[in-house]
């Protein structure tokens, strides 16, 4: 009276899984190439220097401080007396080879008739490395220049050293 069905597998299931089986192959297949074949590769063919062996180490007689080395931004501020004049320096080095340190630069402080009133140099403390940039707070220009409506800074020598 009471006689149980049994349904036959489905030939979408059978599909499904056939599949999903083979996308399981083809994702070891693919992550064993990937670990093993890459392993195999000597660091050198891996990551092939980008200069080549016979470019000539950089020489200092080519430094150029006054070309790499650039005052991206100059702030101008009395200190809390009022007296000297703060300088705060935001100064890069576009050099790929050199460092340099001991940066001489010099100021000129300008009137509203364009007539020089004062110009000073001074070194920047520190040092930059090549690509690096650095932000200088407070460097101390001497008095502050009276009747002055505009500044400018340049960069005049640096020591240049090969990193």
Do not use: C, W
């Not at 489905?10 to 083809?26: D, E, M, P, T, Y």
């Not at 990937?34 to 092939?48: K, L």
């Not at 009022?82 to 940066?103: G, K, M, P, V």
Request: zero cysteines.
């Amino acid at each position: 009276m009471f006689e149980t069905s049994q349904a036959e597998p489905s030939s979408n299931s059978k599909v499904i899984v056939a599949i999903v089986i083979a996308l399981f192959v083809v994702g070891l297949g693919g992550a064993y190439y990937f670990v093993f074949r890459h392993a195999d590769t000597p660091a050198a063919e891996a990551a092939p220097s980008t200069a080549p062996a016979d470019t000539p180490a950089a020489d200092l007689a080519d430094a150029d401080p006054e070309a790499d080395l650039a005052i991206l931004s100059i702030n101008l501020r009395p200190d809390t007396t009022e007296t000297q004049a703060l300088l705060d320096i935001r100064i890069s080095n576009r050099s790929r080879q050199f460092a340099y340190s001991e940066i001489e630069y010099e100021t000129s402080y300008v009137d509203t008739a364009a007539n020089l009133i004062s110009q000073r140099t001074g070194v920047l403390p520190g040092a930059l490395q090549p690509g690096d940039q650095q932000n200088l707070t407070g460097i101390n220009d001497g008095l502050f220049p009276l009747g002055a409506s505009s500044y400018s800074m340049e960069i005049r020598a640096a020591q240049a050293s090969i990193p």
